[in-house]
């Protein structure tokens, strides 16, 4: 009778522990989400962005590069990156994912792209093709960065 109450309490004192351990992994997640405000701050960026480069104003769309990014290289360097042989159109931007930890979101923005110089038929035939590029966004100081290395 003692052996089994003392076995009982080993079996408690072990279920006890198993509990508080769950209890400290559950206390120390992270659960900061993306709120409403956050995600409707981040789709106005990357749609701001987005417009510049439609508009092919390189310029603007530098400055939502992150600050680092600025420090190193200039507005002439980051215009390179870019072709005058395509046209965009923004169809849509979905934020994918959220890490509140590092402050990263992943967005993915729907664009129509057709070439400005078709150079076959088919390419004429074909027009506009909607294309997904996935982008980071970082969040620096209360504001969203678009990150070049996506």
Not at 111 to 125: E, G, H, L, Y
Request: hydrophobic fraction near 45%; include cysteine.
């Amino acid at each position: 009778m003692v052996y089994g109450m003392i076995e009982r309490l080993r079996l408690l004192r072990a279920l006890l522990l198993v509990v508080m351990i769950l209890g400290l992994g559950v206390g120390c997640t992270d659960t900061e989400e993306l709120t409403p405000e956050k995600a409707d701050a981040l789709t106005q960026r990357v749609e701001a962005r987005w417009q510049a480069l439609v508009a092919r104003d390189f310029r603007a769309a530098y400055e939502f590069e992150t600050p680092n990014y600025r420090s190193v290289f200039t507005p002439a360097m980051y215009e390179k990156r870019f072709s005058y042989g395509v046209e965009w159109e923004l169809t849509g931007v979905d934020i994918i994912h959220y890490d509140a930890r590092a402050a990263v979101a992943s967005v993915v923005a729907r664009v129509m792209s057709r070439s400005t110089k078709p150079t076959s038929a088919a390419s004429k035939a074909l027009g506009a093709l909607p294309v997904r590029f996935r982008e980071k966004w970082l969040l620096i100081d209360g504001e969203w960065w678009h990150s070049v290395k996506s």
